[in-house]
Every structure is written in structure tokens, then in C-alpha cells.
């Protein structure tokens, strides 16, 4: 008996069947690439691409090529029956959950780089992070042949990357970012919140909470990106809980670093707590 109430594909083959058909009935094809865990980050993602395409395909692949050495592979939270089940009630219409044998055969040597827009942020203290994300994106977009695929403003380095990555190669796919959904104290939703301890969940708002107080002073007039980061550093350090990976302010689409807060600006954090390695940001225009 089938135990999901979509159908799951885990080969390519199958995929690549799931997708004519579909193309077929002419139907158009909305993308949601996830690792899994699902939380109403990504339900949101889900929800929009239901609404704006005739047919959604969820992935739910924890994507070995991301994580670098010593980081939460082996401790990444899964549970594709709850992940197919929650896809399903916001209106996907299939879920792609392969093995990391199906998308790294024996022999695999072939990786996609994005320079730049991939070298600060993230980039710096998880330097083969963003190889694997345009890697998989890449294997995805070529396999599916979607229309539109949808990523959280949360991961806004990471939707940067993909935009390029898709402008540069010229495949045909639309990149749709969505808003970041938060806890009703403002602490952004993320599978790996589940790794925070009570003392620390209850102190991880103030990532939310400095990033607001940051972008008043901005919207009240502060320029200076120094000023701004040497607020946040202050803000956040004086918890003896947070220990920060990093705090930039860069151009939001190139994310080059700049001096002063002009352009379309985007100030991202990492930071700390515990086990959890919590990122959060906000952008908008000066």
C-alpha cells in the first residue's frame, strides 16, 4: 500500500516520466528544492507555487555536496513521511525524494561554481557550501525543466547564487523569492532550529531584534556601514549565549561588500547557538 498521499519518485527515471507527463497535459511546472524537515518556511514556498503553476514538484534531498567537513550531515533532521504529507496539504503535486547515490553516481567529478556573488557571506566560513547548492539547483533545473523555482529570502546569499547561476548558464527557469516566515517572536523559521535548547531558543531573537533596530537606524538616516555593523557586533555580543560567524553589510544582488549604505542593500548574519548555526538579514533600498 502506498503510504503518501502524492506520489514520490526517487530515481531519475521516473522523474523524467512524472515531468512528460505533466508537459503532456500541458501543464506548467513550479519547483520547490528543500532538504527536508519541512517547517512553514517552506510550506509558504509550497503554497506559492501551487497557486502560480499547474503542477508543484517538491524535493526533499539532504544534499551531502553543501556541508562541509565537521558540520550537522550525519544530525540533518528528516522525516520524508511527514515532509510528503505536509507538501501535500499545500498543494503539491508530487514530492522527488532520490538517495545521494541517485545524484551522485559512482564516478561523479562534475561540480558547478559561482565566483563571487558566492565568495563573502557564507562563502567565508563554509567554502564548498555553495558549490553543492548550484550543483543540485543545476541537476534539478535540468531535470524538471520547471517553469519557476521558489527559494526563501532567509537564504538571501543563496537566492543571489541561484539567480546568477541561472542568468549566467541561460536556463530557462524563473527564480521567485519569497519572504522569510518567522515565530511570533521574530526568531526566522529554519529545520535547524530544532538543535537550539530551551535556555538558547528563548535568547535567539535577538538576532530578529538587532536586525530591526539596525534597519531603523538606517531608515533614520545612518549611512556609515561601519556605524551599523559595530551596532549589531555590540547588540549581539552582550549575549553570552551568540557566538557570531559573521555581520556584512554587501550589495544585495552582487553581494560585494560596500562602505556605505547606498543601492539595494543587504546586512546578513550568522551566528551561533549551540549547535545551531542560525542566519538571518534584512534588505531594502537607500
Same mark, same amino acid.
Given at each position: #500500500?502506498?503510504?503518501?498521499?502524492?506520489p514520490v519518485?526517487? &530515481?531519475?527515471?521516473?522523474?523524467? /516520466?512524472?515531468i512528460q507527463?505533466?508537459?503532456?497535459?500541458?501543464?506548467?511546472v513550479?519547483l520547490v528544492?528543500? #532538504?527536508?524537515?519541512? !517547517?512553514?518556511? !517552506?510550506?509558504?514556498?509550497?503554497?506559492?507555487a501551487?497557486?502560480?503553476?499547474?503542477?508543484?514538484?517538491?524535493?526533499?534531498?539532504v544534499?551531502?555536496?553543501?556541508?562541509?567537513?565537521?558540520?550537522?550531515?550525519?544530525?540533518?533532521?528528516q522525516?520524508?513521511?511527514?515532509?510528503?504529507?505536509?507538501?501535500?496539504?499545500?498543494?503539491a503535486?508530487?514530492?522527488? /525524494?532520490?538517495?545521494?547515490?541517485? #545524484?551522485?553516481?559512482?564516478?561523479y567529478?562534475t561540480?558547478?561554481?559561482?565566483?563571487?556573488?558566492?565568495?563573502?557571506?557564507?562563502?567565508?566560513?563554509r567554502?564548498? !557550501?555553495?558549490?553543492?547548492?548550484?550543483?543540485?539547483?543545476?541537476?534539478?533545473?535540468?531535470?524538471?525543466?520547471?517553469?519557476?523555482?521558489?527559494?526563501?529570502?532567509?537564504d538571501?546569499?543563496?537566492?543571489?547564487v541561484?539567480?546568477?547561476?541561472?542568468?549566467d548558464?541561460?536556463?530557462?527557469?524563473?527564480?521567485?523569492g519569497?519572504?522569510?516566515?518567522?515565530?511570533?517572536?521574530?526568531?526566522?523559521?529554519?529545520?535547524?532550529?530544532?538543535?537550539?535548547?530551551?535556555?538558547?531558543?528563548a535568547?535567539?531573537?535577538?538576532? !530578529?531584534?538587532?536586525l530591526?533596530e539596525?534597519?531603523?537606524?538606517?531608515?533614520?538616516?545612518?549611512?556609515? &556601514?561601519?556605524?551599523?555593523?559595530?551596532?549589531?557586533?555590540?547588540?549581539?555580543?552582550?549575549?553570552?549565549?551568540?557566538?557570531?560567524?559573521?555581520?556584512?553589510?554587501?550589495h544585495?544582488?552582487?553581494?560585494?561588500?560596500i562602505?556605505?549604505?547606498?543601492?539595494?542593500?543587504?546586512?546578513?548574519?550568522?551566528?551561533?547557538?549551540?549547535k545551531a548555526?542560525?542566519i538571518?538579514?534584512f534588505?531594502?533600498?537607500?
Amino acid at each position: #500500500m502506498n503510504q503518501f498521499p502524492i506520489p514520490v519518485v526517487r &530515481t531519475l527515471e521516473d522523474l523524467r /516520466a512524472l515531468i512528460q507527463d505533466w508537459r503532456r497535459a500541458r501543464c506548467s511546472v513550479g519547483l520547490v528544492p528543500t #532538504m527536508g524537515y519541512l !517547517h512553514e518556511g !517552506h510550506l509558504s514556498l509550497i503554497k506559492r507555487a501551487a497557486a502560480d503553476n499547474d503542477r508543484t514538484l517538491v524535493s526533499v534531498f539532504v544534499n551531502p555536496t553543501q556541508f562541509g567537513a565537521g558540520e550537522d550531515l550525519d544530525a540533518y533532521p528528516q522525516d520524508l513521511p511527514r515532509d510528503v504529507a505536509l507538501a501535500a496539504e499545500q498543494g503539491a503535486a508530487a514530492v522527488f /525524494a532520490p538517495t545521494p547515490e541517485v #545524484m551522485y553516481p559512482s564516478g561523479y567529478s562534475t561540480y558547478v561554481t559561482v565566483e563571487g556573488v558566492s565568495a563573502e557571506l557564507c562563502g567565508r566560513s563554509r567554502p564548498v !557550501h555553495f558549490r553543492g547548492v548550484a550543483t543540485v539547483c543545476t541537476k534539478l533545473f535540468l531535470l524538471t525543466g520547471a517553469d519557476r523555482a521558489y527559494f526563501g529570502e532567509k537564504d538571501a546569499q543563496q537566492l543571489a547564487v541561484i539567480r546568477r547561476l541561472v542568468q549566467d548558464l541561460a536556463i530557462p527557469v524563473q527564480i521567485i523569492g519569497c519572504p522569510i516566515v518567522r515565530e511570533a517572536d521574530g526568531l526566522a523559521k529554519s529545520s535547524r532550529n530544532v538543535y537550539l535548547t530551551e535556555a538558547e531558543r528563548a535568547k535567539a531573537p535577538i538576532l !530578529h531584534q538587532a536586525l530591526e533596530e539596525a534597519r531603523e537606524k538606517i531608515l533614520a538616516g545612518e549611512r556609515d &556601514t561601519a556605524t551599523i555593523l559595530d551596532f549589531l557586533r555590540t547588540r549581539i555580543s552582550a549575549e553570552p549565549l551568540a557566538e557570531i560567524d559573521y555581520i556584512q553589510a554587501v550589495h544585495r544582488d552582487t553581494i560585494v561588500p560596500i562602505d556605505r549604505l547606498e543601492g539595494p542593500v543587504l546586512i546578513a548574519l550568522a551566528v551561533r547557538f549551540g549547535k545551531a548555526r542560525l542566519i538571518d538579514n534584512f534588505s531594502l533600498e537607500v
